[in-house]
Structures are given as structure tokens and as C-alpha cells.
């Protein structure tokens, strides 16, 4: 007789709920992208410092995330990961309601910032995927489903940001006579966005399961909630009915005697036995920090500070007039000034179209390459591509014929497209399998969220600032020739990066929940009350049955309702 081998499986329903919780955050985040620089002109700015202030405004909203990203991860490591996620989505939802109602240039950098400092979600949720997830084969579909998720959200965070912003001036019959859209023209899309937070949060809450292993098997009054929705959508008659039957059978067997009237008495034995499952420790910070670790987080912190300052720095560069190139303000290689003179709306559309491709890449192409060439090298090949895109950048502008123009955009953008979907789920592969232990991967995910948010607050303040003096002097390819610099830098580090074997202890729930069951101890000391306060107990009896055949049913019968109404173990 052989044993049917079963293949590993994705946790499918659990990570679907962490994509929804994931999805209201890139949604929240690229909204603003198209009507920023409108945003910050309208607090009186001149144009010429619009990008130096859109880009510090997008700094302050990472650095607030990088000083409370281990604080977000070491409470995740302590008080579980769901209620940490829950927390981050209602803070966020809040400082983004606020947000649109921003009057003033300070007023927004104050409310970025809080939005930063009161979310590390990004962390906490990879941790959570790499603790669902410990087989290495199933490693590359499921660390591409969040990046999928972000993909998703790019594509209709930049499409109704820029469509649903200023709506009293687009639709004027609709929103015309609204005093508070007139008085606050970018709180529209906020609003749309709250209602997609409120998802989150409520699916979060009543359907998300804890992976934390020493709250695993705490209670949980959400997902007691979210059991009895589920049981309210899936009742009807039939099942009723055989609900009814079944606890009717269950309740004559708990009256049925132990022993048969007419048998001779027989003695049964009963033996309790109890499992404890203690309270496993943090490790200390100092063993997060490994060699091949400290490698990733610099890698990683790299390709946060240039990817994200590229992605503010172009919808500065697209609404940015257009010049003519004369040999009187042109003198290539590289003194040439202009831009597209795009509005919101267009630039939304544009950031659509890419999230388009982004979610193509993520749930096709980057599995099939994974797979064929290795998350070392398809790493390694989009940390080589990143250069040679900033470079080309600004020379589009050159080109006189308008549809070549967006052509070659249109193929910047796609080799960008594919250098970052490509390049964050293998970096963030590499360093999850370079982690000593599964205890610290809450708090190294809380680092890389630090260091890549240090990152993203350097990316955009620096381009923005050097784009400004960029823009006054005629060269408006510095700031893209200063992420082509900073890309290389950060292709050494990709070169000293190995790929691991994964954490330690790295056993998934259901195989955790398996050993717990099967630990038993046969002496208990009853009279230390320390270990039994700090720890989890759970309760065994097991009985000695008689032999004959008519005394053997009833006793069973009445042993498995004294488990169901009991909470005892097995019989």
C-alpha cells in the first residue's frame, strides 16, 4: 500500500485577507502622487519650489515611519501581529481623512508625518506571510501576492486621485454649489479612500487569524464574530435541521448510563495528563543582526531611497511646462531644460496604465522567472537594470515628435516596472531566508521598514531639492542622473548577497498546532504556581475502558460529550 504524497499549499484564504488589509494603504499612498504639485501650489508655493516641497512633504511621511517601524515590530513580536495591523489601519484611515482637508503647507507635513509614525504595517504583514508560508517552493508566489496588492492599488490610487480631485471644477452640475469641496478641493479622493479602510478593517478584524506563536491560541472575540457571520450566510433549513438532529443524538448519548444495568460493575481508570506550551522569549536585538542580513537591509534600503524618489520626482517632471530647445538653452549632453505640461488627470492615468503592467508582471511573469533563473539572479539583473533607466530619463524630452515621445516614456516605464516588481519580493525572499529564527522576523521586518523608510525620506527630500536647483540652472536631468548614482552604489551590496536557508523553528501553524498536541508531560508539578501562571495548559483524560463490547459504546459515547461541553482533550 502507498501513501498519496501531498504537495504544499498556500494558505490561500489567510493571505487574501492580508491583500485586502494590505490593499487600502498603496491605495492611500499613490492617490496624491498626481495632484500634489497642484496641492502644494495652492498653499501659495511658486512653481520653481514645487518639487523641493512635494518631495520633503513625501520625506517626512517616511522618516516619521522609519523612528517607530522596530517599536510597530517589537510590539507585533509581543501583542500579536493582528491587533498591530488593526492599529496601523485605523491611524492611517484617520491622519488620510485629515489629510485632505489640509489648508496649509505646514498643516500637510504635519499630517504626512503622523501618518508615517502611526503605521508599520508593511513590515508586520511580511513577517505574518513568512510565517504562514515556510516552504521555500511556495516562497515566490506567496511574497508576490502583497507586491500584487500594491500593484492593484496603484492602479486605481493614481486613477481616482487624479480624477475625483478638485470634483467642483470637473463636475460643476454635481459638485458645483458644494461650499465644502469648493473650501477643501483635494478631500474627495480621501473620502472614497476611507470607505476601502473601513473593508480592511472590518475584514481584519473578523477573519484574520493570529500567526504569533504564543498567541495563536488565544482567544479571539473578533474571529468569534466573524464565525458567527460566516454561519449566518451559510444557514438555511436543511442544514437546520441537521444541525438539530445531530445535538438531539449527541444529548441521548450524554444521558446513556456508564455502565449497563444488567453487567457486572466494572472499574475504568482515569488518568489526567496536561500539555504546556511556554511562553517563548524575544530573542535579543543583537542576533537579528547576521552578516547576510545586515547585506539585505542595505541592499534594500538602496532600492527603497532611488525607486520611490523616481516615482515623486516624475509627476513633478510631467506637469513641469515644456520648453523649446534652442542652442541658446540646450548644449548636450547634459544642459536642457522642460518637461510635459501634464495636469492631474493625466498623470493618474499614466500611473494607472503602469499599475496595469505591475499586476501582469507580479502574478505572471515574476513566478515563471523565479523559477527558471534562481531569486538570487533575477535579483541581482534588476538591481543592474536600475541605472541605465535613471540615465535615460530626462533625454525623452528631447525628442520633438510627441507620440515617439511617449513612446520611449512608455518603454522607460516598463523597464522600470519590471526592475522594481521583480526586485522588492526577491530582496525581501533573500532576507527572510537570511534570519537566524522565526522569533526575530517581526522585529528584522520592523529594521528593513526603518532603514528602507530612512531611505524614502532621503529619496525624494534630496531629488526634490537637487531637481529645484536643477530646474533654475537649466539641467533638469540632475536629478535623475543623482538616482543613477545612487542605483549603482546600490548594486555592491547586491553582490555580496547569498541566498539562505530560511529561519529556524520555521514550522507552519497547523504543523505547530500538531506537536503541541502530541507533547505530553507524565509528571506535572502542580505546585509551582510561576511556571503554570506563564504558561498555556491544556487538559488530557484518558480512561481505561472495560473490554466487553456492550459496556465499551456508552462510555465512549458519553466520554465524547464530556469533551464537547467541557473543553476537555481526547478520551
Known amino acids: 500500500m502507498t501513501t498519496k504524497k501531498h504537495s504544499p499549499k498556500l494558505p490561500a484564504q489567510q493571505l487574501a485577507i492580508l ?46 515611519q522609519s523612528m517607530t517601524a522596530v517599536f510597530w515590530g517589537r510590539a507585533s513580536d509581543r501583542l500579536g501581529r493582528k491587533p498591530t495591523i488593526m492599529t496601523g489601519l485605523l491611524c492611517t484611515m484617520i491622519c488620510f481623512l485629515i489629510w485632505g482637508m489640509a489648508t496649509s503647507l505646514p498643516m500637510a507635513i504635519a499630517v504626512r508625518a503622523m501618518m508615517g509614525a502611526g503605521n508599520g504595517n508593511v513590515g508586520i504583514i511580511r513577517t505574518m506571510v513568512a510565517e504562514l508560508v515556510t516552504e521555500k517552493e511556495l516562497q515566490p508566489k506567496a511574497f508576490s501576492v502583497m507586491p500584487l496588492v500594491w500593484s492593484v492599488g496603484s492602479v486605481f490610487g493614481p486613477a481616482f486621485g487624479g480624477l475625483f480631485a478638485k470634483p467642483a471644477e470637473q463636475w460643476p452640475g454635481v459638485f ?13 479622493p480621501n473620502l472614497i479612500g476611507s470607505i476601502f479602510f473601513l473593508i480592511s478593517l472590518t475584514t481584519a478584524m473578523l477573519f484574520l487569524e ?39 443524538l449527541q444529548d441521548d448519548t450524554a444521558q446513556a448510563p456508564l455502565l449497563s444495568a444488567n453487567g457486572p460493575a466494572k472499574r475504568a481508570s482515569a488518568t489526567v495528563v496536561e500539555t504546556r506550551a511556554e511562553k517563548v522569549k524575544p530573542l535579543p536585538i543583537s542576533a537579528v543582526f547576521t552578516r547576510q542580513t545586515t547585506v539585505n537591509l542595505i541592499a534594500y534600503t538602496f532600492m527603497a531611497l532611488h525607486s520611490v524618489a523616481f516615482d515623486q520626482a516624475l509627476p513633478v517632471f510631467l506637469n513641469y511646462p515644456p520648453q523649446e530647445h534652442t542652442p541658446e538653452n540646450t548644449s548636450l549632453p547634459f544642459v536642457f531644460s522642460g518637461g510635459f505640461g501634464l495636469n492631474h488627470a493625466h498623470i493618474g492615468a499614466i500611473f494607472a496604465c503602469e499599475g496595469v503592467l505591475s499586476g501582469f508582471v507580479q502574478f505572471l511573469v515574476f513566478p515563471v522567472l523565479c523559477k527558471r533563473f534562481g531569486v538570487l539572479k533575477c535579483f541581482r539583473t534588476c538591481v543592474g537594470l536600475f541605472p541605465l533607466v535613471y540615465i535615460v530619463t530626462p533625454f525623452v524630452v528631447l525628442i520633438e515628435d510627441m507620440k515617439t515621445r511617449y513612446a520611449a516614456l512608455g518603454l522607460i516605464l516598463i523597464a522600470k516596472t519590471f526592475a522594481v516588481i521583480l526586485g522588492f519580493p526577491c530582496n525581501t525572499i533573500l532576507l527572510t531566508n537570511s534570519a537566524a529564527s522565526l522569533s526575530i522576523l517581526g522585529t528584522l521586518n520592523g529594521f528593513a521598514t526603518t532603514f528602507s523608510a530612512l531611505g524614502r525620506a532621503t529619496g525624494p527630500a534630496l531629488t526634490g531639492a537637487v531637481f529645484t536647483w536643477g530646474v533654475k540652472h537649466g539641467i533638469i536631468g540632475l536629478p535623475w542622473w543623482l538616482l543613477a548614482f545612487i542605483a549603482a552604489l546600490g548594486a555592491i551590496p547586491a553582490l555580496m548577497v547569498f541566498e539562505g536557508d530560511g529561519p529556524s523553528g520555521a514550522s507552519s501553524p497547523a504543523e505547530s498546532d500538531d506537536e503541541e498536541d502530541t507533547e505530553v508531560d507524565d509528571e506535572i508539578a502542580v505546585d509551582d504556581e510561576d511556571i503554570l501562571r506563564n504558561s498555556q495548559a491544556s487538559t488530557i483524560v484518558a480512561a481505561e475502558l472495560p473490554t466487553q463490547a456492550d459496556a465499551d459504546a456508552p462510555l465512549v459515547a458519553s466520554s465524547k460529550s464530556s469533551q464537547s461541553n467541557n473543553n476537555y482533550g481526547t478520551l
Open 210 to 248: 493570529e500567526t504569533l506563536h504564543s498567541k495563536r491560541h488565544s482567544r479571539d472575540w473578533g474571529l468569534a464574530l466573524g464565525e458567527r457571520v460566516k454561519e449566518a450566510f451559510r444557514d438555511h433549513p436543511k442544514r437546520r435541521a441537521q444541525r438539530l438532529r445531530r445535538y438531539s
Open 19 to 64: 491583500a485586502i488589509a494590505r490593499f487600502a494603504e498603496p491605495l492611500a499612498y499613490t492617490s496624491v502622487f498626481p495632484y500634489l504639485p497642484e496641492m502644494i501650489a495652492s498653499f501659495g508655493v511658486e512653481k520653481k519650489d514645487i518639487a523641493k516641497w512635494a518631495g520633503l512633504t513625501s520625506s517626512v511621511f517616511s522618516l516619521a
Open 176 to 188: 458645483g454649489n458644494s461650499t465644502f469641496f469648493k473650501k477643501y478641493p483635494f478631500a474627495f
